[in-house]
């Protein structure tokens, strides 16, 4: 396997690729350019959408892009035949100004559902970014922390691997943070690379990357209308990364490990997050059932608001495997907890109690429970599978946030 | 249909049950008698089961119950052979004194899971409460005191009915509060009826209701290893209430009825809770649909959020309903609001916003998002099916109960 290495600038660490936002209160803008892109999009399940996302999802069918235009502030969801005109507009201006064919722009939107876009300031900003559309790591930061939210940081990554000798880098910038759940919550994440990929086969790709990273974050359940994933590939590496149907393992291990990346970044900063929480599940049946177990206990409201008090209550996460469908015998689980600098504590062994009131396992227990990182780890002795989710605690912080939001 | 009256008494409000309830700080412990009763129960679909549901399943293949024993304070799940043992010498012990066969007595526990029954508290207490009990409206509340957890009130109701002119009644007591989910959550729900009906007849009454009450009642969406509801019919009444494989429709309409008013009580109860809500979903495809929306609405906590922020978000109401799998079409949805006290908002009207800053529709549903009890009806238009679901607000206090609890 290669080595991949992080490296700096985000989603300008990529050969032709330029990025800007702008700002105007609430209001923010990106852009990317990637020109000639071969490109494949994920969105939303949700079965309602917003406008954007039904005109990316149709322009996506010709497997191209060049350039992307996001706006936060609003979703541009629930807005009928006004808000599908404002799209069809924004990307109208964003082609008069750039000279990019309307057939090659996407676009994406995230913010307040069922509000008319504010089109005299969003043009504006279209204008105003694509004006300073620029291959820098200051203009990868800039679009990342225009699509913000309620994040309270903005999100970028980058890596290089090397494929047959040669380099290859992806980059990214991605929002959270409410909404976020299986199936991607309110979540946007651009990503480009310098990689020659089919149409056909960067789907597969991405698909893959997002099935073990943003699917596997919980921050509330909730599922958004406007969640979208773009991978663009414009070849500038001149490195084929798939052949004969295949894709290449270096180049997808890369692409997954930059989503899951921006996927716990995200997790981390979860609408009033003080903790970062990874459940790992072991020994499972199959992959659908660690996938189930590792969800289950990451969603739980009482996993979540235990891990916020500090409390090693090993026994909500054992129900939360109980209830999540999997295979499972109460007899033969195991739990554990670790921290990232090297503490951990057997909760439950094989079915028995190891962390009762005055033993070590209980103190441990509670002191990595005060770390800002806490590690789950659930093993079932029912098979070889396994599976990891991400999430965050659950805090007066993000009810505040949420019972605030559209006043 | 034969008109419910709602009468006092609790579960002793049906003839021949008595009960009592006793505490010693933490620790709570009912009984409930009801002699030579047909009786049913519906368990926990979780796969980690305490040791009480270990028992009750097996014993209530007999399909007679005299006696109800249950503690408080201690869940007795994840005990192992203990915890076995712990509940077969309350079960010896009850019957004993009594001089009921253990073989009729079931029980239930709830509390923290993983500790050890502290039978030197939990025997004194049985034979306490045995000794202590009656025929009375008091006797019912005890016995319903006794068992509350992290409730804030306790809950009992009893109805009457007539069926072929002849009078029948049904008493019950529960308690909530956390981890009640689809599927019932951490509820205990003992009823006793005066009726004449089979054990085999008694299950089909029985699993009805609850599909119609407890189980369309969310606080967290977490569901507990000890979840039990039991109804025992003695025959005092002397009225048959099932003939010919068929069940009484009045006296299921009884039971649904004293189901849902301590269900709706349980979610007005929901940890932390500040609000109580109940959306109703029209016009779905099928009654499946419907409950799949009218829960996906209820456990939202984006939208329990907003509730409790008294924001009318009904963006937010809509995304739920479209995540939840039921059919439906945003151009063709409708979402309004309504109170107790008669006050209506149209939010949404087959899928055009009217609840516009500076409208009248926006300022009755904030008006209404400022009352006790929320009304949320979504119209699907898809067909005829209605459900109906209940919950509570998701608060700053959910998170600090739920924060705390072992500690």
Redesign the interface.
Known sequence: MSKINVIEGGICAVEGVRAAGSREGKYGLAVIESKDSAASAVF??????AAPIIHTKEMIKGGKISLVVVNSGN?N??T?QDGIDDCDKTIEFASIITGIPSTEIATASTG???RKMPMDIILPLVEESISKLEHSAESSTDAAKSIMTTDTYHKEFAVETEIDGEKVSIGGITKGV??I?P?MGTMLCFLATDAVISSEMINKALKSAVNRSFNMIVV??????NDTAILMANGKSGVEVAKNGEINEDFQNALDFICISLAKMMARDGEGATKFIECKVNGAKDENDAILASKSVI????VK??I????P????I??????SGCE?N??MISVSLNSDDGKEAIL?DK???LAFEGTDELNSAEEIMQEKTVNIVVDLYQGDASATAWGCD???D??????????
Do not use: H, P
């Open positions: 939303t399940s949700n079965k309602v959408v979703a969801c629930f009928g307040v559902i069922g409410g909404m759940a199936n509330d359940g909730d599922q958004s209308t969603s739980s409201s009482l608001s235990a916020f008090g500090g409390d209550n090993w026994g909500r054992v129900a939360a495997v109980g209830y499972m109460q007899e439950v079915g028995k109690i659950l805090t007066y993000y009810v505040k946030i949420n019972a605030e939001y559209t006043t």
